[in-house]
């Protein structure tokens, strides 16, 4: 009887490890969808400012002493990057951001903001990731102006000083998406939808 | 009294000696990586961040050892980390640092735990309650064969459901950043 009772048990562990096995497969493969079916675009989430409006007129100055302006009217489209030491998706997105940067100089430039924390940090984050070409801003009203509530965050501002595109970036798709949606004129993925719908 | 079979204290011991024992073995392998989660935390001074990075992971393997040949000493020194750890993450949330990787998700999804929320305190607490059961008194009787297959395929299943508990939230907390629940 022992030994019935024996094998009963053990097969029964068994198939509940099974189970629980299954139970994973499927967590991860909901997971997986996930991201397949996830807005392939930045996620516009912003209250104070608009795809389509003026950039507000920001003077600032960079960490390493040079002036900074945005808002104005210029040869060249800016990429105004929201990034900050301590949030560990910007860590993960820098080598995207900066090939992406590379890729597109010819009409693209970039100023990357932060705030909060010592110089030396955000020195010792420039040096560490390599982002000495671009110059780097510590000013919480840059992120105010722009309505930056969640990091990465990035806005592009064209030659007109006039908001394209802006949204929160948590990869390499997101980060493009804004230049698409300044070549398309489309904003983000929400504003497609809706406008799909409303011809729909 | 209260009194368990002996098998629910060795189970319980055994799954948080393994617990500790895997969260060391990632840490060692990803020292400098450790070292900058402690600093996220601020509360180390700089000076001290790689040692600390260091000398917690050596002190959880010691801890898991503990668990399976001093049960009192391992219960205690376990109970005494999760409450440091849980006690950390509230004191950071309290004062508004919580953009940061809690260390929590063994680097394999750092996206996972986007921030740090009173969730993972409450885990922590869940998780002392569960070691203070392996305190409860036990009768006597010796393991036989039995028991080292019903533990050994209790700890698969923890191991397995763990993981699944652990993909279930890391799904979900995607899913809210990008506002689909």
Same mark, same amino acid.
């Given at each position: =009887? ?26 991860? +493969? ?31 100055? !960079? ?11 210029? +040869? ?19 080598? /995207? ?16 903001? !932060? ?11 420039? &040096? +560490? ?25 990035? &806005? ?11 949204? =929160?970036?948590? !990869?390499?798709?997101?980060?493009? !998406? ?23 | ?33 450790? /070292? ?29 050892? =503990? ?115």
């Amino acid at each position: =009887m022992s030994e019935v009772m024996m094998i009963s048990q053990s097969l029964l562990w068994l198939a509940v490890i099974v189970l629980t096995v299954l139970v994973l497969a499927l967590a991860r +493969q909901v997971g997986v969808l996930h991201e397949r079916i996830a807005p392939a675009g930045a996620l516009a989430i912003n209250s104070v400012l608009k795809v389509g409006e003026k950039a507000p007129h920001i003077i600032e100055q !960079s960490l390493d002493g040079a002036r900074v302006e945005i808002g104005l009217e210029k +040869q060249r489209s800016t990429l105004v990057f929201f990034l900050s030491p301590d949030c560990p998706i910007c860590k993960t997105l820098l080598p /995207a951001l900066k090939s992406a940067l590379q890729a597109e100089s010819g009409w693209l430039d970039c100023i990357l903001a !932060s705030d909060g924390s010592s110089p030396e940090i955000h020195k010792s984050y420039i &040096a +560490q990731y390599g982002l000495g070409p671009w110059p780097y801003v510590v000013s919480e009203n840059l992120g105010k102006k722009f309505g930056v509530s969640k990091l990465p965050y990035a &806005a592009l501002v064209d030659e007109a000083g006039v908001v394209r595109s802006l949204g =929160m970036v948590n !990869s390499r798709e997101h980060l493009e !998406s804004l230049f698409i949606a300044k070549e398309t004129g489309v904003a983000s993925i929400q504003d497609f939808m809706a406008k799909r719908n409303q011809e729909g | 009294m209260m009194v368990f079979d002996p098998f629910i204290s060795l189970y319980v011991r055994t799954a948080f000696a393994l617990l500790f024992i895997l969260a060391a073995m990632h840490k060692l392998r990803n020292v400098s990586e450790f /070292a900058d989660i402690v600093k996220g935390y601020n509360i180390v001074p700089l000076w001290a961040v790689a040692g600390v990075g260091i000398i917690l992971p050596l002190f959880e393997a010691f801890v898991a050892a =503990m668990l399976l040949l001093f049960p009192v000493v391992g219960i205690a020194a376990a109970s005494a980390l999760l409450t440091a750890y849980g006690l950390v993450i509230a004191f950071n949330i309290a004062r508004g640092n919580t953009q940061i990787d809690c260390g929590c998700s063994w680097g394999r999804a750092k996206t996972a735990f986007p921030a740090l929320t009173w969730a993972l305190v409450l885990r922590n607490i869940l998780l002392v309650i569960v070691l203070a059961i392996s305190l409860v008194p036990t009768t006597a009787r010796a393991f036989g064969l039995m028991d080292a297959a019903t533990l050994g395929l209790v700890l698969c299943f923890t191991f397995f459901a763990g993981k699944a508990g652990f993909t279930l939230v890391a799904v979900y907390n995607r899913m809210r950043e990008v506002g689909h629940v």
